[in-house]
């Protein structure tokens, strides 16, 4: 058998009905899939390290598949670019060992939602980034991410359906949330040993509640808390939101544990 | 008379086919006299400072028009971007002196193009930077660059049946040409008092010959110097430039005359 081949994806979402193969759908897992097919004259199955949903980017989103014919990593790459459209590349591919599995041998993911206010954004760059109406305040958003590290039961962030599944359940440790910030443009980046569906946005639109006046922190503990009787945290919109690594070894940074979220300037 | 409005532009010109308005085509001019009709009920003819090809990107592009209807700026620039499609943002709306005119009040303009080569780009960066199969020689395309600067008969850099046309005919002063290079990318600055049809892109396919080593530098002299019977430069692809201002004051660094081609590491 022909060695496993692991590839690092990026693609923008805004056209794109999220990663997982779907009918009727656009989907990242459906395109890559149907030039694998193309590439390899067979149906080629893939397996991602993590689903994103419809509208969420990716620079460093990893799958494998196990190739039916030996062809150098460096001619599927380029095989499979000029097979894709445009706004989904593989950025690398290389073999590993069979024992690798692109979402079992994940560790951790990293995520950025980035955000503007004020100037309006040239088109480039609202394709990536949330755009406010007014500016937020820095102060309430770096205090709400502060809030965020650590092993919590997320239950309160999750899509309900996807509660309890596993042996985690819906507790997951967050290592990093940091924000940085500056003309007029903010970042967000997490990192954690594993992210519920949705996640990231809820964080990100419980984090907004608090940065625009409409909540207290005392309202994103009570979530963090796992309280029922609040309605759950609102989504962030996708658009702002990339997935930018998948971990597969635990980063040198995570054994301190979980780290109070810092702010930097850009 | 209502106050003239001047508007500062961003467009992806990516699924444009260029700036002037045309019948059976979407244009920026086009896209942006719809919106522009549809919020003062009547037709608005504008006046943009110049013509991008198709394909071409903007994140500086100014045009002006005479409003029907006192509506304030930020009024106009709402409704504006709300009518637009997602791919042109008007980024400013100030209203200026009846004597300003976009095309003959500017008195020059700064484009960038954008390179690339070694590893695959993400999409969003491929929209608006041109991949190059293999790295140019750094060196040589400094040196190319360094040979423009100046007053110069740039007739060989223009389409045909453009040349001579105004008092200038083909004849303008290139300020600046500036090389950044590092980690694969390299991005061209050029500012000069104006530019003939496809100029820039010219400049940059006449560069990439000789970084590419297809070309001498005596080739690049020869063209400079007008000789008709070379074949004309060969013109590099829209997608990598970008018009990012018009000027309408010289920029101070422009009293010390042309200046010779820096390179800067990014």
Same mark, same amino acid.
């Given at each position: ?35 694998? #097919?193309?590439? &390899? ?11 994103? /949903? ?8 990893? *799958?494998? =598949? ?16 000029? =097979?894709?459209?445009? /706004? ?22 990293? &995520?950025? &939602?980035?955000?503007?206010?004020? *100037? ?36 309160? !962030?999750?899509?309900?359906?996807? #509660? ?18 500056? +003309?007029?443009? *903010? /970042?967000?980046?997490?990192?954690? /040993?594993? =992210? ?18 409409? +909540? ?30 998948? !971990? ?12 109070? #979220?810092?702010?930097?300037? =850009?």
């Amino acid at each position: 058998m022909e060695p496993r081949l692991r590839m690092t994806l990026a693609y923008l979402g805004t056209h794109f009905a999220g990663w997982q193969k779907q009918e009727n759908a656009r989907t990242v897992q459906g395109e890559l899939e149907k030039a694998l #097919a193309r590439l &390899y004259q067979k149906p080629v199955p893939t397996v991602g390290a993590g689903r994103t /949903d419809a509208g969420v980017h990716a620079d460093g989103q990893v *799958a494998h =598949f196990d190739p039916p014919l030996a062809i150098p990593p460096t001619g599927v790459l380029q095989a499979l670019n000029s =097979f894709l459209p445009w /706004d989904l590349r593989v950025l690398q591919v290389k073999p590993v060992p069979a024992s690798f599995h692109a979402r079992r041998s994940a560790v951790g993911k990293r &995520y950025r &939602y980035r955000l503007a206010w004020g *100037a309006v954004l040239p088109p480039w760059e609202g394709l990536r980034r949330l755009w406010l109406p007014r500016a937020p305040n820095l102060e309430l958003l770096a205090a709400a991410l502060r809030m965020l590290p650590g092993e919590h039961d997320f239950v309160r !962030f999750s899509l309900s359906g996807h #509660a309890g599944r596993g042996k985690r359940g819906t507790v997951r440790t967050l290592f990093v949330a940091t924000l940085t910030a500056g +003309q007029g443009r *903010a /970042d967000m980046i997490f990192e954690g /040993d594993g =992210f519920l569906r949705g996640m990231v946005r809820r964080l990100v639109g419980a984090a907004l509640e608090i940065a625009q006046g409409r +909540q207290e922190l005392s309202w994103l503990q009570a979530l963090m808390a796992g309280e029922a009787s609040l309605p759950p945290a609102p989504t962030a919109p996708p658009h702002g939101l990339t997935l930018e690594r998948v !971990f597969y070894r635990r980063p040198k940074r995570w054994a301190k544990g979980p780290q109070r #979220a810092q702010t930097l300037r =850009f």
